[in-house]
């Protein structure tokens, strides 16, 4: 069974901070991995979607790697601002039946 | 990008009573997912729901409980039978365009049940 594991479970910095999100996950016999943020009363919005032969991709001031061998990803978003500030989840497509796995998610708050 | 209305956003239901939540989207997709979230907790998936046959659920969740329709390529409901407090949750659908590809998600239905 997949399990997908979030560190830490929440985060306050100051505007400017770079922010380290860490997900890791039981089975590496992944499709990809997504990372999602969420908005209070939103839904989940898509961030970036790294396919499993990838080891990272990059979205503006967001960045995510992947190293499928060791069941791990991170998320480094650059020069926080108070507008990142929201919950987000990493989620793992298994490879044998493509249903997603969730991670519990790391709620941000970025102080201005 | 597909978009997805989910409706109600919230909802407030005695003990017993159903629910149906809608899920629109704005094209067609083979492949609808429901989900749902606990507080304080991760998604979990309810069940698969594609068009044309009967939805799949995943397991701890069974059609008596949560009984899906998908009656074409953008229309789908999900129904929480019988509610109980237990059931106080964030219920999401999501549409996948092709297989292995991003997941678009509606804005989910809160509800609570007294």
């Known amino acids: 069974k997949q399990e997908v594991t979030q560190i830490p479970a929440a985060l306050s910095v100051p505007e400017g901070e770079n922010l380290v999100l860490n997900c890791s996950f039981t089975?590496?016999?992944?499709?990809?991995l997504q990372w999602f943020r969420q908005d209070p009363g939103k839904g989940l919005t898509s961030l970036l979607l790294?396919?499993?032969?990838?080891r990272e991709q990059t979205s503006g001031r967001l960045n995510a790697s992947l190293d499928k061998s060791s069941g791990r990803s991170t998320l480094y978003i650059a020069a926080s601002q108070p507008g990142d500030s929201a919950t987000y989840l990493c989620?793992?497509?298994?490879?044998?039946?493509?249903?997603?796995?969730f991670g519990a998610g790391t709620t941000v708050t970025v102080r201005a | 990008s597909a978009v997805i209305s989910q409706k109600p956003s919230r909802d407030i239901c005695q003990r017993g009573t159903s629910l149906t939540i809608q899920c629109q989207v704005d094209?067609?997709?083979?492949?609808m997912f429901w989900y749902r979230q606990q507080p304080g907790q991760s998604l979990t998936l309810i069940a698969t729901?594609?068009?044309?046959?009967?939805?799949?659920?995943e397991s701890g969740f069974v059609i008596d409980k949560f009984p899906i329709s998908r009656p074409n390529l953008t229309f789908s409901t999900l129904t929480v039978s019988n509610m109980s407090p237990e059931d106080s949750s964030i219920y999401l659908c999501?549409?996948?365009?092709?297989?292995?590809?991003?997941?678009?998600f509606g804005a989910g239905t809160r509800l609570s049940v007294l």
């Open positions: 999501s549409v996948e365009e092709d297989r292995g590809d991003i997941q678009y």
């Open positions: 089975d590496s016999a992944i499709y990809n």
């Open positions: 790294i396919q499993s032969s990838q």
């Open positions: 989620a793992v497509l298994r490879s044998n039946d493509y249903k997603l796995s």
């Open positions: 094209s067609q997709v083979t492949m």
């Open positions: 729901a594609n068009q044309g046959s009967e939805a799949t659920y």
